[in-house]
């Protein structure tokens, strides 16, 4: 058994359990190694033992048979013609000395009287067992006596087909050895004479001397020992296959000849019966192979062939079969559905071809239309007392710079480049610092307008067109000037995003330097709110067109737009942090547009009746 593990070993078969017994055992320990070969997973079970130990195991197996079950055995047991009753061991294979028929065996056992059984211990055993009954009257009282009509011919006993007899055989074949050497030590050839002493005493060693030189044959079967005193091996491969009547017999279909060359030694002739009658090789696995895309994992307190196939992690491999790690795949690699091999990641970035991006572009154009609309209808218009009132050339202004917020959040769709990075965030910046200059600075002549009126009071002259220029350049260079050092100590620059998602590649725009996004957006909330507080202080001032009030709740909209933008900006993920940030962009520029100017336009256009001088002086 050892020397089996050790082979299996070497050949890389895996051994399940291995166990045991002797015949002598308690009836517990064999019942436990019938329970081991009936809970295994092991199709095939090797056994090497003897008929006599066979025996106990067969019938205890047999009082609940096992699942199918390939046997393999060892020359101790395949050829018992008594094992052969169990059915549950068809198709088993093994090795058996060779086949012979002894000469006369079978004449001596037909040819038996009762008196010459009884003569025979050996034989009285055998006739008692074969014809069950007793040849002395006191021996077995269970036993009837046998009344001397037994016919050994009529007997249908293993044991009168000699042929079969083939551990007896190799008796006969040691006795003749010994006969050999007995006779090469008593007797030598002179002069073409064979002369032998009979009467001489011969030591064992002389006889064990002698044996190791025999070469003889004898009813076919040649007797021969090398220099350790073995015989050349020879053996025949047996199974056990079941005939037309449903017996199990033992069939001859192969041969071991250690005699013949290497790679000829093991040859098999006939056709193999496997468990069940089947006739492909049985498959005796404790797991199947794992496939790609898994690894094997050792269940616990099992053989190393007893294993689970677990599905790789994310984002690792596994490229053959039965692969005991998972590989990670480069960075910018993921698994295909399958997990047997890396592919490159899809690249993500806000597109002009995809739905959201092109409803945003189309939002940021529209916008930009009803602006240069706007524009349009003041040009025409310019001479009308709603447009002179409000600060034309300011309104002016304000529209250019909506213009290009509205044109701004184009550049935010498509793949980042260094100058598309540096584009987006600095030309946002500027622009909406413009518009929010104009905005602020009508509110401000809004505001110093109603002042002036009051006696004495001459603070217009502070606010007149060229003040009013100056400072909306002024608060604009502020913001030019913080986009400059931004772009120049740490600008914004497109990276590649690994991290957001596993198994895709966002492309992005960094901001180089958070501190230059959050002063730029910080200075236009600063602006943001100003306005608004100056535009709410002249919200209730008399006017039947009062600016201040549009500016008031245009200026809510915006805060409200870029105060939701903070939290919405950090939370979304890949391409959609784009898509916040143009959504931003385009409502706040909705906003100032249809707070200031859509009234305006309206008026203009639908109700010319209140764009007259008289109407504008009325209190209300």
């Keep these: 058994m050892a020397s089996f593990l050790d082979a299996a070993l070497r050949e890389g078969i895996c051994v399940e359990y291995s166990e045991a017994f002797h015949r002598t055992d308690p009836h517990i320990k064999i019942k436990r190694v019938a329970d081991v070969i009936r809970r295994a997973t092991a199709v095939v079970v090797v056994a090497f033992a003897s008929s006599g130990d066979m025996k106990f195991l067969m019938e205890e197996l047999a009082l609940d048979p096992p699942p199918p079950r390939q046997w393999i055995g060892s020359e101790g047991w395949i050829g018992d013609p008594y094992l052969l009753t169990f059915s549950f061991c068809a198709g088993a294979i093994g090795v058996a000395i060779q086949q012979s028929v002894t000469p006369g065996l079978k004449d001596f056992l037909f040819d038996l009287s009762p008196s010459e059984v009884a003569a025979s211990s050996v034989l009285t055993e055998f006739w008692e067992d074969a014809f069950n009954c007793t040849l002395t009257k006191n021996s077995d009282l269970s036993k009837m006596l046998c009344d001397g009509t037994e016919d050994i011919k009529t007997l249908r006993s293993p044991y009168t087909e000699t042929s079969q007899l083939r551990i007896n055989n190799m ?3 040691a006795v003749y050895a010994i006969a050999h050497a007995t006779h090469n030590a008593v007797c030598e050839g002179k002069n073409g004479y064979t002369q032998c002493d009979k009467h001489t005493i011969l030591k064992p060693k002389e006889v064990f001397s002698e044996l190791k030189k025999v070469n003889f044959s004898r009813n076919g079967y040649h007797v021969s020992f090398d220099v350790n005193g073995d015989p050349t091996a020879f053996y025949e491969l047996v199974n056990w296959q079941k005939s037309e009547t449903g017996v199990i017999e033992p069939v001859t279909v192969g041969y071991y000849d250690a005699s013949l060359p290497v790679g000829q030694q093991f040859n098999i002739n006939g056709k193999l019966t496997w468990m069940e009658g089947g006739t492909k090789v049985p498959v005796s696995v404790c797991s199947q192979s794992c496939p790609t895309g898994t690894r094997k994992v050792l269940q616990k307190g099992k053989p190393i062939c007893c294993y689970d196939c677990i599905p790789c992690p994310e984002g690792a491999i596994s490229n053959i079969t039965d692969s005991p790690d998972c590989f990670s795949c480069p960075e910018e690699s993921w698994p295909d559905s399958q997990r047997k091999s890396c592919i490159p990641k899809p690249v993500e970035f806000l597109s002009f071809g995809e739905v959201l991006g092109i409803i945003l572009a189309t939002v940021s154009v529209s916008g930009a239309f009803l602006t240069v609309t706007a524009v349009a209808v003041f040009i025409h218009h310019r001479t009308t007392p709603i447009v002179r009132a409000n600060n034309s050339e300011l309104s002016f202004l304000l529209l250019f710079s909506l213009t290009l917020c509205f044109l701004c959040s184009l550049t935010f769709i498509g793949a980042p480049s260094e100058w598309s990075c540096m584009l987006r965030h600095t030309a946002f910046g500027i622009t909406f610092v413009l518009c929010i200059s104009c905005v602020l600075g009508k509110t401000v002549v809004v505001l110093m307008a109603f002042k002036a009126t009051l006696p004495g009071n001459n603070v217009m002259k502070w606010f007149g067109p060229l003040q009013q220029r100056v400072t909306v350049m002024c608060l ?18 497109p990276i590649k995003n690994l991290n957001t998602y596993k198994d895709k590649i ?14 730029v ?8 709110v100003f306005c608004f507080i100056l535009a709410v202080l002249a919200r209730k001032l008399p006017d039947n067109f009062n600016e201040a009030k549009l500016i008031t709740f245009s200026m809510l909209i915006f805060c409200a737009v870029w105060i939701t933008f903070i939290p919405a900006y950090v939370s979304s993920p890949g391409k959609y942090t784009v898509a916040v940030e143009i959504f ?9 547009m249809l707070c200031i100017f859509a009234p305006k336009c309206f008026i203009i256009v639908f109700q010319p009746e209140k764009n007259t001088k008289k109407y504008l002086m009325n209190k209300t």
């Excluded at 502020?478 to 100590?489: D, K, S």
């Excluded at 966002?506 to 959050?518: D, N, P, T």
């Excluded at 957006?521 to 943001?528: D, Q, S, T, V």
Aim: net charge neutral; aromatic share 14%.
């Design 506 to 519: 966002i492309l992005e725009c960094a901001l180089g330097s958070a501190v230059g996004f959050w002063v």
């Design 171 to 173: 008796v006969y074949k």
């Design 584 to 592: 931003a962009i385009l409502a706040s520029s909705f906003g100032l």
């Design 476 to 493: 604009t260079l502020i913001q030019v000037i913080i986009c400059t050092l931004w772009l120049v100590l740490s600008p914004p620059f």
């Design 521 to 528: 957006l910080g200075y236009i909330g600063l602006l943001a």
